[in-house]
């Protein structure tokens, strides 16, 4: 079953604008990872946050997390149209295995 | 792109059939986890290999087996097909089997049970 779920499930804006896609889990987790998948291939690993941590950054991605709510946010900033994939996020509750969501499709216009 | 490697990149099966796909991972890494990814879903955990011993295991039955070798490539084995079993297979190689190990996938095999 998938823990997580990804909100909104497709995003569509102009190069330049700013991408935010949200994931609400179930349980309690270790950590959080975002990933993003371009058109069906493999996935690559965009970013950990770690139960403790609030806010973290890399480059023009920005990953929040809020335990109480159980609840993360991803936001790119000066989106590219090169930054058109799927976007999901991943937990472990509390084990060795990561969960996946059901993925944010974003799409960056020219 | 990663240093993991899968094969074959397609793969059209009948229901029935049994089918067997590969993962090479990457060097210096002795975790490999399998992953089920049905069109349109994220994907799903199947299960994960360390050092050869499997060290865990998702919701799915059997049927779905695998083997990790001695340099840490691993087989995933799926008997008796059935049409459900069409998805994108993935594999990731980490240096350990922890969650906060970053996992490097692979491109995918794209399986048709027909």
Redesign the interface.
Known sequence: SQQGEEDPQALSIQEGENATMNCSYKTSINNLQWYRQNSGRGLVHLILIRSNEREKHSGRLRVTLDTSKKSSSLLITASRAADTASYFCATDHNTDKLIFGTGTRLQVFP | E?G?TQSPTHLIKTRGQQVTLRCSSQSGHNTV?W?Q?ALG?????IF?YYREEE??R??FPPRFSGLQFPNYSSELNVNALELDDSA?Y?C?SSEG????N???????T?LTVL
């Open positions: 990663t993991v986890s992953y990814q879903q994220g994907p799903q955990f994960q060290n865990g998702g919701n994108l993935l990731a089997p922890l969650s906060y970053e996992q490097f996938f692979g491109p995918g794209r």
